[in-house]
């Protein structure tokens, strides 16, 4: 069943917009969809445009009027609805053409479409599409796998398990240029860094006119990898052995440590550059600092009489002169870390989603990811003591400890740390966290509020 791309267009634009909107992977999720249209389609086996699986590029345009944002699909055609899937339930896009009878929609574990782009890699092929081309590399042989699976869980792109060595990553809302998901850990493999899993391969999508554009990654897939979160999580509340999970923690500043090191190694790499931060670079600091607490503010009024200690602390950013500049993670935090093989590693270098692919890929101060870091352990601890208040545990003990560990191990990795911008960079994590969480769960405003009392008060 081939279909063209005048039909493929036509079904494209009958997705259902709160279908395309409610998938987990779709960023822009409070702005109304406007329009949809097919940007672009390659076909994996058929002729160019036809489709019994295809890469689809979407283009959706909003009512806002603002920037357009391009997805990449997957699909696969069926003649007919006799296996319609109900989208809703899988979740996944899936659209019936009222005209044929045959469904469009998102590929299923065991379709094969998964191992397709496998062997694609392997042989390094090129789909061509209308207006332009998907191009595959191999960094190392990729070899032939029967098993496809696609994770769950909490995900803002596609990940695929290829038989038990490799991961594929589809990445959903496409971007022009480089993807730090992929250029990150390349980086750092490079350089000696050997707790992020390899890259083997990567799907471009060079476009006839404008940059190319990454769409999918192929890494090594980590056997029984779970998040850091929920490791420790574990750790305290299951097992009830803080003394394993205080050593987690530090060997997690170890680790950061060293990824910070590695990103500051090779500074004659324009794109990895490693420097003192300027006066103008740490004015603009403070004032993205500055922005942050006046969003918290407005949502959270009862902060008001912190704002003042915030704001001083905001100021010794300016006059931090020690302070340098490289490559971070970007969005440092435990779920960004796995357990596997009794030890950690470090995956989703995408940086802050909010941001546009070219403030991502800025270099910024490496303590920004330790304040990450510093703020994900706060909410460890606090979810602990919430979820069992009767333990006696003491949250504010089991804080320091951890912090303490994770800040002594960083240190002694070769990190320098000026406590005091780290305490201003703390700040304003918790400030962004106020906003977070005052729309989206209400019921956590307390906790970075908390947070910000302790900090403005211990400063
Ligand atoms: P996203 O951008 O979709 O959040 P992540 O890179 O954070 O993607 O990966 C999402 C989840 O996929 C992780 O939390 C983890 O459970 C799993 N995962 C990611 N990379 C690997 C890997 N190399 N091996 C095994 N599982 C992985
Ligand atoms: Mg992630």
């Known amino acids: 069943m081939t279909l063209d791309v005048i039909q493929l ?25 406007a329009d949809m249209k097919l940007e672009d389609s390659a076909a994996l086996v058929a002729e160019p445009g036809g489709c019994d699986a295809a890469l689809l590029i979407v283009r959706v345009s909003f009512a806002d009027g603002g920037t357009d944002e391009l997805y990449l699909l997957p699909m696969l055609s069926e003649p007919d609805a006799s296996g319609t899937p109900s989208a809703e339930a899988e979740g996944i896009v899936a659209v019936r053409d009222p005209q044929t009878g045959a469904v469009l929609r998102e590929p299923r574990d065991g379709d094969g479409v998964w191992r397709r782009l496998a062997a694609g890699l392997a042989a390094e092929m090129t789909l061509t599409g209308l207006h ?19 994770l769950s869980g909490e995900q803002s792109n596609t990940s695929v398990a290829l038989g038990d060595r490799l991961l594929l990553k589809l990445y ?28 083997s391969g990567y799907i471009r999508y060079i476009p006839a006119r404008g940059k190319a554009i990454v769409a999918a990654m192929l890494q090594a897939f980590l056997p029984d990898a779970v998040d850091a979160w929920q490791w420790l999580l574990n750790e305290l509340v299951v097992e009830a052995d803080p003394d394993a999970a205080l050593g987690a923690v530090g060997r997690i500043g170890t680790i950061t440590a060293r990824m910070h090191a590695a990103l500051a190694s090779q500074a004659d790499d324009p794109a990895f550059p490693a420097r003192p931060a300027s006066l103008h670079d740490r004015r603009a600091w403070r004032a993205s600092a500055n922005a942050q607490l006046e969003r918290a503010l407005a949502a959270a ?19 931090a002169t020690g302070a340098t500049l490289s490559r971070i993670h970007g969005d440092y935090h435990l779920g960004q870390l796995l357990r596997s093989d009794d030890d950690f590693w470090v995956v989703d270098f995408e940086g802050e989603p909010a941001r546009t692919l070219m403030e991502r890929r800025e ?27 009767a333990s006696g545990s003491d949250p504010a003990g089991s804080l320091s400890a951890a912090r303490q560990a994770f800040l002594q191990a960083y240190v002694s990795g070769g ?45």
Not at 137 to 144: D, G, I, R, T
Not at 173 to 192: I, K, M, S, V
Not at 301 to 319: K, S, Y
Not at 443 to 458: F, G, H, S
Request: net charge positive; hydrophobic share 40%.
């Open 172 to 199: 959903r809302r496409l971007e022009p240029g480089q993807n730090p998901d992929l250029e990150l850990p390349r980086f750092l493999t490079r350089a000696g860094f050997d707790r992020v899993p390899a890259v």
């Open 301 to 319: 009024p009862q902060l008001a009489p912190r704002a003042p200690a915030i704001r001083a602390a905001f100021d010794g950013i300016v006059a």
């Open 132 to 150: 332009g081309s998907f191009v595959f590399h191999a960094l190392q042989p990729v070899p032939q796998v029967r098993l496809e699976r696609r």
């Open 363 to 389: 270099p910024q101060s490496p303590l920004k990811d330790v304040a990450g870091m510093l703020r994900s352990l706060d909410y460890a601890v606090r979810t602990v003591a919430r979820g069992a208040p």
């Open 415 to 459: 990190m320098p740390i000026d406590e005091r911008l780290l305490r201003a960079f703390e700040l304003e994590k918790a400030c962004y966290e106020v906003h977070y969480e005052a729309n989206n769960r209400p019921d956590w405003v307390w906790l970075p509020l908390q947070a910000l009392d302790r900090l403005t008060r211990e400063g």
């Open 9 to 33: 267009d036509r079904l494209v634009r009958q997705i259902p917009h709160e279908q395309l909107s409610s998938r987990r992977w779709f960023r822009s999720k409070a702005r109304q969809i």
